[in-house]
T-cell receptor, first 116, second 114 residues
Framework: GAGVSQTPSNKVTEKGKYVELRCDPI?????LYWYRQSLGQGPEFLIY????????DSGLPNDRFFAVRPEGSVSTLKIQRTERGDSAVYLC??????????????FGPGTRLTVL | AQSVTQLDSQVPVFEEAPVELRCNYS??????LFWYVQYPNQGLQLLLK??????LVESINGFEAEFNKSQTSFHLRKPSVHISDTAEYFC????????????FGQGTILTVHP
C-alpha cells in the first residue's frame, strides 16, 4: 500500500516568506508526527497529533511554527516569516491505531526547505 | 527528558568485515530503543527495536543490537557487512509507551568499501 507522502519534495523560499508543508499519512493511521532534520543532525521532534488534536507540541521552536490536522488525516506544517535557520528537511511520520505496547512510526521522504 | 549520543559520525569498513556502531542514551524513565537506517535518497526505515524481554534483538538483514541497561548502551553490530549496507544509521529512544516522540542521535554514516 501507499506510504507516507509529503509535498512538495523541495521548497525554496526567501527570508520572511510564509510556507506550508503537507503530509499525507498512511490511510487509517491515527497518530502523526513532524520532525525537522538539519544538515548533519538527527531528526528533532516538533509536534505529535493523535487524531485532530495536538497531543504534544513541545518541540515547536517558536510561535512562527504551527501545524494543523483538521480532519484527522492530512496535516499541514506552517512556518511564518521564515528565517535562514529554518532551512532543513522536514519529516512526517504516522502510526497505526493502538495495537500493542508500541506503534511503529512510518516516515515519509521529507520536504527539503531552503530559505535564501 | 531523554538524550542519545552516537559516538562515531563516520565509520568506514571493508566489505565482509565486522562493524559496531555505538549508541549511548540517558533517561530517567524506562525507554524503548531503536535503530533506524536511511539509505541514499530514501526515507528513514526502522531496522530493529528493543521494547522489553530479551536484551538482544535482531533484524532480518543480519544486524543485531544489545540493550545494556547498566551501561545505558544499545550498540549495533553486524559480523560481516555488504556494500549494500552503506547508509546512515540513527539510534533513537522514546518513553516506554505505545505512542510518543522519538529522540534521535546525530547519526553514523557507514561506508562499506569493496
Amino acid at each position: 500500500g501507499a506510504g507516507v507522502s509529503q509535498t512538495p519534495s523541495n521548497k525554496v523560499t526567501e527570508k520572511g516568506k510564509y510556507v506550508e508543508l503537507r503530509c499525507d499519512p498512511i490511510s487509517g493511521h491515527t497518530a502523526l508526527y513532524w520532525y525537522r532534520q538539519s544538515l548533519g543532525q538527527g531528526p528533532e521532534f516538533l509536534i505529535y497529533f493523535q487524531g485532530t488534536g495536538a497531543a504534544d507540541d513541545s518541540g515547536l521552536p517558536n510561535d512562527r511554527f504551527f501545524a494543523v490536522r483538521p480532519e484527522g488525516s492530512v496535516s499541514t506544517l506552517k512556518i511564518q516569516r521564515t528565517e535562514r535557520g529554518d532551512s532543513a528537511v522536514y519529516l512526517c511520520a504516522s502510526s497505526p491505531r493502538w495495537s500493542g505496547s508500541y506503534n511503529e512510526q512510518f516516515f515519509g521522504p521529507g520536504t527539503r526547505l531552503t530559505v535564501l | 527528558a531523554q538524550s542519545v549520543t552516537q559516538l562515531d559520525s563516520q565509520v568506514p569498513v571493508f566489505e565482509e568485515a565486522p562493524v559496531e556502531l555505538r549508541c549511548n542514551y540517558s533517561s530517567s524513565v524506562s525507554v524503548y530503543l531503536f535503530w533506524y537506517v536511511q539509505y541514499p535518497n530514501q526515507g528513514l526505515q526502522l531496522l530493529l527495536k528493543y521494547l522489553s524481554g530479551s536484551t538482544l534483538v535482531e533484524s532480518i538483514n543480519g544486524f543485531e543490537a544489545e540493550f545494556n541497561k547498566s551501561q545505558t548502551s544499545f550498540h549495533l553490530r553486524k559480523p560481516s557487512v555488504h556494500i549494500s549496507d552503506t547508509a546512515e544509521y540513527f539510534c533513537a529512544v522514546s518513553r516506554g509507551t505505545s505512542y510518543g516522540k522519538l529522540t534521535f542521535g546525530q547519526g553514523t554514516i557507514l561506508t562499506v568499501h569493496p
